[in-house]
């Protein structure tokens, strides 16, 4: 079975700290990303990509980067974490551009206080 | 543009059925899926539709109607466990998941 895994399940963090949030999958996927999801709102698209040293823009990347610099690991950092990136974090992997089945982590609840 | 809707809420009775309903409209459209969510988890993989019908698997039915931009997911004979939030998403033409809020389905018994 294809496993992502994220780092940590829930995280605390204060206005103005420097966050990493680590994704790791172990099928050799070629695309992976990261998503926020606040209820009501459904997944947004934070950043992608499809392989290493390669990152795309998603649809809210304002505030967050992201690096990839082994295949199976895909890392989200808040630069200067705000009140309004509390959310639920998800990262997913999928083996091609064209594939049709993305895989989940079981997700990072950050909480900015 | 694009945008893609679904009910935010719908409650059933154990042992019914549930059909759970998905618009969208896209240029380019490369396929249709549908996510099971339980709360506090991560979406699971449900169903992919690319050509128009419907996909039966198991107590779960998918449908897709490509010149409606529609979509439903059919949920039969209800368990208590089915309660969860089912996310619909569509494969634009840049193979970039474009998805909804989510349907949160509640289960009386």
């Known amino acids: 079975d294809v496993k992502v895994t994220q780092s940590s399940r829930y995280l605390v963090k204060r206005t103005g700290e420097k966050v990493f949030l680590e994704c790791v999958q172990d099928?050799?996927?070629?695309?992976m990303f990261w998503y926020r999801q606040d209820p009501g709102l459904g997944l947004r698209l934070i950043y992608f990509s499809y392989d290493v040293k390669m990152k795309e823009k998603g649809d809210i990347p304002e505030g967050y980067s992201v690096s990839r610099e082994k295949k199976e690991r895909f890392s989200l950092i808040l630069e200067s974490a705000s009140t309004n990136q509390t959310s639920m974090y998800l990262c997913?992997?999928?083996?091609?551009?064209?594939?049709?089945?993305?895989?989940f982590g079981q997700g990072t609840r950050l909480t900015v206080v | 543009g694009q945008n893609i809707d679904q009910p935010t809420e719908m409650t059933a009775t154990e042992g019914a059925i549930v059909q759970i309903n998905c618009t969208y409209q896209t240029s380019g459209f490369n396929g249709l899926f549908w996510y099971q969510q339980h709360a506090g988890e991560a979406p699971t993989f449900l169903s992919y539709?690319?050509l128009d019908g419907l996909e039966e698997k198991g107590r779960f039915s998918s449908f897709l109607s490509r010149s409606k931009g529609y979509s439903y997911l059919l949920l039969k004979e209800l368990q208590m466990k089915d309660s969860a939030s089912y996310l619909c998403?569509?494969?634009?033409?840049?193979?970039?998941?474009?998805w909804g809020a989510g349907t949160k389905l509640i289960i009386k018994p």
């Open positions: 998403a569509f494969l634009d033409s840049n193979y970039q998941l474009i």
């Open positions: 997913a992997s999928s083996p091609s551009p064209e594939s049709s089945e993305a895989f």
């Open positions: 099928m050799d996927h070629e695309n």
């Open positions: 539709n690319v």
